[in-house]
């Protein structure tokens, strides 16, 4: 045996198996929840400053246009693990659980020798096929002290801030868990910046003192578009809560004789019943102070000075939390050069979707209009992908899986609807001209209108269906703000034609036929029956 093993080491390493083997990348697959690219400064520098997720854009590649195929939490990440749209994988929404017979790309790369692991965030109702180790949040999870289901302990609470407790479970696994032997694929999957936007205690004070500039279409009044932008529950000053989000107290509202937006003061007290003593009395130093100089100004507020002043505390505690997620970002990328794991390492940077950050008076998401139908997305790869590159290319959460498989040189199913994007990233020829979306979570919370849409770098046709029967022409180079629907305008007769042509192509490509999917109604209306939603 002492003779005989280093021959067979030696045979090893020329066997084309397991050289490839060897040079099977890792994967490390960071997403956070609701990050709007407007708070990365990698993408925009006039809101917040974010070094450390920019790091991952200057080692590699930024992506300007990429975007999701239905721009909401659940089905985002359905889309994402198994490389199909939502009316195929059949999570088209966030109330029902994910079809767990749907073959997920970890599940093919832990079958094909990799070592898999998942932190944070999942809300799919059901834990993730195909990891060897995951800790993750129940449904949307909480940002103090949250509660965990563990593949290996069961459910746990863990005291502290979620985002640094999902970055120290994450570096626990590279340093104790981790073979030495396999490639790895990792997601790291951030609650934050998920309302209702909670930051860690150490940015209380510097983050509750900034001012924000305002989005051009902050008062956007809807009036050139079709009724769905008009009728979404979605606006700052009427649909964002006094104390649930502004963190304005239930005895303020009470004093000020301000009426409750939802469940106002329900979700307050929720949130702040989780605190224990210490963290409490540090947010109440804070927030005593923003309630004291409130109520002070709300008797000569106007309609449009309570718009702006619910921006900047949302903007405030929104931001908040996304210091921590750069922070942490850190912590990780800091770990994996020192151990040497950056080189041969897929890093990407990206959210289950875009969110409005004042942007045609909105928070939320949903809309194909650019804030929530784009996505940050950046990548790193130092041996294969040149750094500081940028790219307008229409890419999707759709080409995930089968960009992961394909680095991992295995073929992917045939079934999976996206395109790899390992060529685009590496140099080589990759096309793509439009894309396909499809929005169905309604009637819903927020109450955005169902709609599907094609999306060219140029245009987008949408049509709202099903309480409404509109459709839009967004020209997106002579109205990037998205103000104005011209699909009646005879200017655009013709590209309306065309545009109307590759949907339908579009729609076919992608098997989508139905309009009213997957007994979504029925199942919306018996949970409200029973209280459940
Ligand atoms: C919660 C939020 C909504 C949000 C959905 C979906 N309300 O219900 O504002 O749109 O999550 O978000 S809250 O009062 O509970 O905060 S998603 O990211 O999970 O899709
Ligand atoms: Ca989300």
């Given at each position: ?19 490839q ?62 490389g ?19 073959i997920?790309f970890?599940?093919i790369l832990?079958a094909n ?288 899986a089968q960009t992961f498989l394909d680095a991992a040189g295995i073929p992917a199913p045939k079934d999976m609807?996206g395109?790899s994007?390992i ?111």
């Amino acid at each position: 045996m002492k003779f005989l093993l280093p021959i067979l080491l030696v045979c090893a390493s020329l066997s084309p198996v397991f050289s490839q083997t060897n040079k099977r990348p890792n994967i490390i697959f960071i997403m956070s929840d609701d990050h709007a690219y407007q708070a990365i400064s990698a993408y925009d520098k006039r809101l917040i400053s974010t070094p450390n997720i920019d790091r991952i854009a200057k080692n590699g590649i930024l992506f300007t246009n990429a975007s999701v195929t239905n721009s909401i939490c659940a089905p985002s990440r359905a889309t994402i693990l198994t490389g199909k749209h939502s009316h195929l994988n059949g999570k088209v929404d966030n109330h029902f659980p994910f079809d767990t017979t749907n073959i997920t790309f970890p599940q093919i790369l832990k079958a094909n020798g990799y070592q898999t692991a998942m932190f944070g965030k999942l809300h799919f109702g059901n834990s993730p096929k195909g990891f060897d180790q995951f800790k993750i949040l129940p449904d949307q999870g909480n940002y103090y002290n949250p509660d965990f289901i563990t593949k290996k302990e069961g459910n746990i609470k863990v005291n502290g801030y979620v985002t640094d407790i999902i970055t120290d479970m994450t570096l626990d696994w590279l340093k104790q868990e981790r073979s030495a032997n396999k490639p790895f694929m990792l997601m790291y999957l951030h609650k934050a910046p998920h309302r209702s936007w909670l930051m860690a205690e150490r940015h209380l004070d510097e983050m509750t003192q900034k001012n924000y500039p305002e989005p051009k279409t902050l008062f956007d009044d809807y009036s050139g578009r079709t009724a769905p932008a008009k009728e979404a529950e979605m606006n700052i000053l009427t649909s964002m809560s006094w104390a649930g989000d502004n963190k304005v107290y239930p005895a303020t509202m009470d004093s000020l004789k301000i009426p409750e937006i939802g469940f106002d003061k329900r979700r307050f007290a929720a949130e702040m019943g989780r605190l224990n003593p210490s963290q409490k009395a540090n947010f109440e130093r804070v927030y005593d102070r923003i309630n004291a100089e409130f109520k002070k100004a709300y008797p000569s507020m106007t309609e449009q000075d309570k718009m702006r002043w619910k921006f900047q505390r949302y903007m405030q505690d929104y931001l908040g939390t996304i210091r921590a997620v750069d922070e942490n970002v850190g912590r990780l990328l800091d770990y994996l050069e020192a151990n040497k794991l950056m080189e041969n390492t897929i890093i990407v940077y990206t959210s289950d979707q875009g969110f409005y950050l004042g942007e045609h008076g909105w928070f939320d998401k949903r809309f194909i209009y650019d804030e929530s139908f784009k996505t940050p997305l950046m990548v790193s790869w130092p041996k294969h992908i040149k750094p500081g590159q940028k790219s307008d290319a229409l890419v999707q959460n759709l080409d995930f899986a089968q960009t992961f498989l394909d680095a991992a040189g295995i073929p992917a199913p045939k079934d999976m609807q996206g395109q790899s994007l390992i060529p685009l990233m590496t140099g080589k020829a990759w096309s793509r001209d439009a894309v396909y979306y499809h929005y169905y979570e309604y009637p819903a919370e927020h109450m955005v209108n169902r709609h599907y849409a094609i999306v060219t770098k140029k245009y987008k046709l949408i049509h709202y269906y099903f309480s409404a029967d509109t459709w839009e022409l967004i020209d997106r180079e002579k109205d990037p703000l998205e103000l104005k629907n011209v699909y009646n305008d005879p200017a655009y007769a013709s590209i309306r034609k065309t545009l109307h042509r590759q949907l339908e192509a579009l729609r076919v490509k992608y098997k989508d036929n139905s309009t009213i999917s997957n007994g979504y109604i029925d199942r919306f209306l018996n949970d409200a029956a029973d209280g459940k939603v």
